[in-house]
């Protein structure tokens, strides 16, 4: 019998013996490396008059078969950690947005609530994420301001203790590229986070942002390495680039385009499994939009509906984000919710206020104290009712009618 403490160079042994001994590792392991030890067991190294018998450099990787695949619990991913498998562990999340916006306060926001194991704004977590920022542009004071005005605008102050075991920062401007990476992965290796946030991407990049090749060596060669070794996601903090001078252009953005708006190369956003964009739309209005998998994130908008893009501003509270007001959004929800209205409606027929409201209730959900208080979303649908169905000097008295051929 072998000495088991014996090494074998497998280049010493036979075609034959070397199928025994996988065989006798086959039949003494357990089920998933008995599979891989049967298939080197089936397909020996090369002989020697092949000229292809050299030692591989290091273990022949094992490859993932269909039958793994089908069996994979996608419903119940227990690698996920933010949305419906939105950001996996060895995953990564772009956030682009102008300078001055406020980028950095909702990381803080976005932390903060992940840490306790609650949504921003729709997007859940699997559980309470443990976080690091490695941030480079914000003091201290900056970093304490940001987070009080989180917790004093969310009512989450109760909380805050909890915070301790689940945030940690730290501030570093001078490392760059190879030795980012190393001091990196010494942070990851002791905090063993679940979110590793880097704020922002140029302080650390080292080269030309522009090119691919810089690029796809920080992002894929440096950092994915570590998300993979220790089950983690990157949310990676990035600026835009300058707005282009033609108004037109910058309205004329569709769908994908808004990946790519980060200053660089396009390698940025084929890197990133997901992308945030945060931008300004009129003066203290800003929007929130998912780039890319946004079906899988879960971003709510204030009516509670799952979006692509939400309405946001900052908040009168505190320094932290709250739902703003889409006009153009609103407006066309309450035109297409004022129509199902209609629509319900028989032609030339009169119908009592009464009726429109118990209607209302019934697609809205909502009661008639709130249809009729001025400042709610229903009450908009109502009068939008009332201005196609009625006539001012008979404005409970609400009638569909039939527009004229020479009106259609």
Not at 273 to 292: F, G, M, Q, S
């Amino acid at each position: 019998m072998s000495n088991p403490s014996h090494k074998v160079d497998p280049n010493d042994l036979s075609d034959d013996e070397f199928k025994q001994s996988m065989t006798e590792s086959f039949n003494a392991a357990p089920s998933l490396a008995r599979q891989q030890a049967k298939v080197l067991a089936e397909t020996a190294y090369p002989t020697s008059n092949s000229g292809l018998n050299e030692s591989p450099s290091g273990p022949i990787p094992i490859g993932i078969k269909p039958s793994r695949l089908l069996q994979y619990n996608t419903d119940n991913d227990s690698r996920c950690l933010l949305g419906k498998r939105w950001i996996c562990e060895g995953g990564s999340a772009l956030w682009i947005g102008q300078a001055g916006l406020g980028k950095s306060s909702m990381m803080l926001q976005a932390m903060t609530l992940w840490g306790l194991g609650e949504p921003f704004f729709g997007i859940a977590p699997t559980k309470a994420l443990k976080q690091i920022a490695i941030q480079a542009e914000n003091d201290e004071g900056d970093l304490s301001e940001q987070l009080k005005g989180v917790l004093n605008g969310l009512n989450l102050s109760a909380r805050a203790p909890e915070l301790d075991l689940m945030l940690t920062f730290f501030t570093e401007s001078s490392k760059t590229k190879d030795d980012f990476a190393k001091y990196l992965r010494m942070l990851v290796a002791e905090y063993k986070p679940d979110l590793i946030w880097l704020d922002p991407l140029l302080a650390f990049v080292g080269g030309d942002i522009s090119s691919q090749e810089t690029c796809s060596y920080f992002l894929r060669n440096l950092l994915t390495p570590i998300a993979q070794q220790y089950n983690a996601a990157f949310m990676v903090i990035h600026h835009t680039g300058k707005p282009p001078r033609d108004t037109s252009a910058r309205n004329s953005y569709v769908g994908g385009d808004y990946s790519y708006l980060g200053i660089g190369s396009s390698e940025l956003a084929n890197w990133a499994r997901a992308i945030v964009v945060l931008r300004e739309t009129t003066e203290n209005n800003y929007e929130l939009r998912l780039a890319k998998r946004w079906e899988r994130a879960g971003l709510l908008d204030s009516m509670n509906c799952e979006q692509k893009t939400i309405a946001l501003k900052h908040a009168d509270k505190g320094i932290c984000w709250e739902y703003g007001v889409s006009v153009i959004a609103e407006s066309t929800r309450v035109d297409e919710m004022a129509d199902q209205v209609i629509d319900l409606m028989q032609p030339d027929m009169v119908y009592k206020t009464g009726w429109i409201v118990h209607e209302l209730e019934q697609l809205t959900g909502k009661k008639r104290p709130t249809i009729f208080r001025p400042t709610s979303f229903e009450f908009k649908i109502l009068e939008r009712i009332r201005q196609l169905c009625t006539q001012p000097q008979a404005p409970s008295v609400f009638i569909k009618r039939v527009k004229s051929n020479d009106q259609k």
